[in-house]
């Protein structure tokens, strides 16, 4: 079973400060995700990566950064967090992405 | 414009109540349409993936079907284990990939 984990399930952080979520998968998959979900707006990609030290941006960049130094790790940096990244974030990884994309639990982050 | 539409937004069903969600879309080039169950706080789980339309994936008391329009997601008899949120999500031909919204379904007793 592939098997995605997520450094936290819960997060409180206050405004200004560096956070750092860290995502791990043990299936050797290629491309890694990290999307955040709030009511009514579903879930929106942050960014995903297909392939060690590669990044691209997806929806809403903004306010975050990525690091995959290695195949297996994904970690997403909130490099000052503000009150309005308060959500759920959620890390998945995917072998290809013509197939299904396996998701972690999930970390409830507040920033207060 | 890429879009993806589930409804109804919630479903309240007694056990052994059968029905079906709905998953419209609207995309250029559909690759793949993915079902994902989530409980609450936790993240999606895989159930199905359909990638032409006249397919159909079944797995204990669910059916997924998919059309050139939409996809559904039949419920037979659902226990209230059943109950959670169903995810539908789209991969287009630019390979990006869109989720809807979800379905929240319960199921009482």
């Known amino acids: 079973d592939v098997k995605v984990t997520q450094s936290s399930r819960y997060l409180v952080k206050r405004t200004g400060e560096k956070v750092f979520l860290e995502c791990v998968q043990d299936m050797d998959h290629e491309n890694m995700f990290w999307y955040r979900q709030d009511p009514g707006l579903g879930l929106r990609l942050i960014y995903f990566?297909?392939?060690?030290?590669?990044?691209e941006k997806g929806d809403i960049p903004e306010g975050y950064s990525v690091s995959r130094e290695k195949k297996e790790r994904f970690s997403l940096i909130l490099e000052s967090a503000s009150t309005n990244q308060t959500s759920m974030y959620l890390c998945a990884s995917t072998k290809d992405r013509v197939y299904e994309q396996y998701f972690g639990p999930g970390t409830r982050l507040t920033v207060t | 414009e890429d879009q993806v539409t589930q409804s109804p937004e919630a479903l309240r069903l007694q056990e052994g109540e059968s029905s079906s969600l709905n998953c419209s879309y609207t995309?250029?080039?559909?690759?793949?349409l993915f079902w994902y169950r989530q409980d609450p706080g936790k993240g999606p789980e895989f159930l199905f993936t359909l990638y032409s339309a006249g397919e159909e994936k079944e797995k204990e008391r669910l059916k997924a079907t998919l059309t050139k329009k939409e996809s559904f997601l039949h419920i037979t008899a659902p226990k209230p284990e059943d109950s959670a949120t169903y995810l539908c999500a789209v991969l287009t031909g630019a390979n990006n990939l869109f989720f809807g919204t979800g379905t929240r379904l319960t199921v009482i007793p």
């Open positions: 990566s297909y392939d060690v030290k590669m990044k």
């Open positions: 995309v250029s080039g559909l690759r793949g």
